[in-house]
């Protein structure tokens, strides 16, 4: 079952990258279908690359445990159906 966040929901949550977030309902719509897949992205990890005082953690990597896990959603195919 799923938790209420991501496609298979009522209301749709996509995220692509970090600038854009697509929130929304579906409809029923006839010539279009776009196809998409979804998995667990696991943690987000942020390597420290800025200085610190005494160094101590340049180069290492930090998980965030208060960040909830990503899901990585990549679009598969589109289709359209041109009436002429």
């Known amino acids: ?3 209420g966040k991501g ?3 009522l209301n749709p ?5 970090d600038n854009l977030k697509l ?6 719509t006839i010539g279009t279908c776009l196809i998409f ?3 667990d992205g ?7 690359t800025g200085p610190s005082d005494q160094n101590l953690f340049k180069g290492t990597c930090i ?9 990585q959603v990549k679009p598969i195919a589109g289709l359209q159906k ?3």
């Open 42 to 48: 696991g943690p987000v990890v942020h390597e420290e």
């Open 63 to 71: 998980v965030d445990p208060n960040q909830t896990s990503a899901k």
């Open 23 to 28: 929130i929304g309902t579906y409809e029923e």
């Open 1 to 3: 079952m799923n938790d």
């Open 37 to 39: 897949s979804e998995k």
């Open 82 to 84: 041109i009436q002429v």
């Open 13 to 17: 949550v996509l995220i692509v990258g």
């Open 7 to 9: 496609l298979d929901t």
